[in-house]
């Protein structure tokens, strides 16, 4: 496939291949992903989202140096970004949104079910990815 180039997503909570693409981008731009940011979120892209939350996430969504103790994502590196993987980043997310809206907690809610469990909560946690993305967009 041939790489997506990262552009300014649409706000839909479609977690599409430009969604993806972005996420790819994000995580190459930290040196976690090395693969071609195609947009297909396979293996390698869940490893390196593991990484990332697991090692340098906490410094770049709350600005504090990452240590266990700020680690987003504690499980094993497997590829797999499963429930933890997804709560992880949510709860980056939260972080970061509350950071950057700090003079209103209520601007940087982000729902409490992560993408991939699906509905309308899914939905909104994606858009809340896209906003999020756009903000860190080089």
Not at 72 to 88: I, P, Q
Request: net charge neutral; with cysteine.
């Amino acid at each position: 496939m041939a790489t997506i180039p990262w552009c300014n997503l649409v706000i839909d909570g479609n977690y599409g291949s430009k969604t993806k693409a972005a996420l790819q981008h994000l995580l190459a731009d930290h040196g976690w992903y090395t693969r071609e940011c195609d947009g297909s979120f396979g293996y390698h892209s869940q490893l390196a989202l593991q990484k990332w939350l697991k090692y340098d996430a906490a410094g770049y969504f709350t600005g504090y140096p990452n240590t266990d103790k700020h680690a987003y994502y504690t499980g094993r590196l497997d590829g797999n970004a499963g429930s933890m993987t997804w709560e992880a980043f949510r709860d980056g997310l939260q972080d970061y949104l509350w950071a950057v809206n700090a003079t209103n907690k209520t601007v940087g809610k982000v729902y409490p079910n992560p993408y991939p469990h699906g509905g309308d909560a899914s939905t909104q946690f994606v858009a809340q990815m896209q906003r999020f993305l756009n903000t860190v967009r080089n």
